[in-house]
């Protein structure tokens, strides 16, 4: 339904879907796809709440996104650093995997940098 662009159908199927067992891989494949499909119809609150279960699974993206919600939509630099700097914590971990932490690390500290200088220009 999605790639069919019968959005509503699809988040139907997400949600029942969801609702039941499903292995953790298509789990997470299935809240990722939600959210962004959300995030693309603009139902951005349904986004966040999709995005706050997913980084409850430690789900980088999920990070990632609520740090630019809460950067670019309602400018809350705090919360965008919060949010940042979690998904940091979790690319360091150990058990993370490395090839993964090469792509994520950079560019979460180039985010994380850009943050705090945000913060400390309208401080100033």
Same mark, same amino acid.
């Given at each position: 339904?999605?790639? &069919? ?13 969801? !609702? !039941?067992?499903?292995?953790e891989k298509v789990r997470k494949q ?9 995030? %693309? ?8 709440? &999709? ?9 980088? *993206? ?14 809350? *630099? ?32 180039? %985010? &994380?940098?850009? &943050?705090? %200088?945000?913060?400390s220009s309208s401080k100033s």
């Amino acid at each position: 339904f999605e790639d &069919l662009g019968e959005f509503n159908a699809a988040a139907v199927c997400f949600e029942r879907g969801l !609702n !039941n067992e499903l292995p953790e891989k298509v789990r997470k494949q299935a809240f990722y796809r939600w959210s962004i499909m959300e995030k %693309r119809r603009e139902n951005i609150e349904t986004s966040i709440e &999709l995005w706050h279960v997913a980084a409850d699974l430690n789900e980088i *993206y999920a990070h990632e996104e609520l740090a630019k919600v809460f950067e670019h939509r309602t400018k809350e *630099y705090t919360e965008a650093i919060h949010w940042t700097e979690l998904a940091l914590e979790i690319v360091s971990s150990p058990e993370f995997p490395v090839w993964d932490r090469e792509i994520w690390k950079p560019k979460l500290e180039h %985010r &994380l940098k850009r &943050l705090q %200088r945000k913060i400390s220009s309208s401080k100033s």
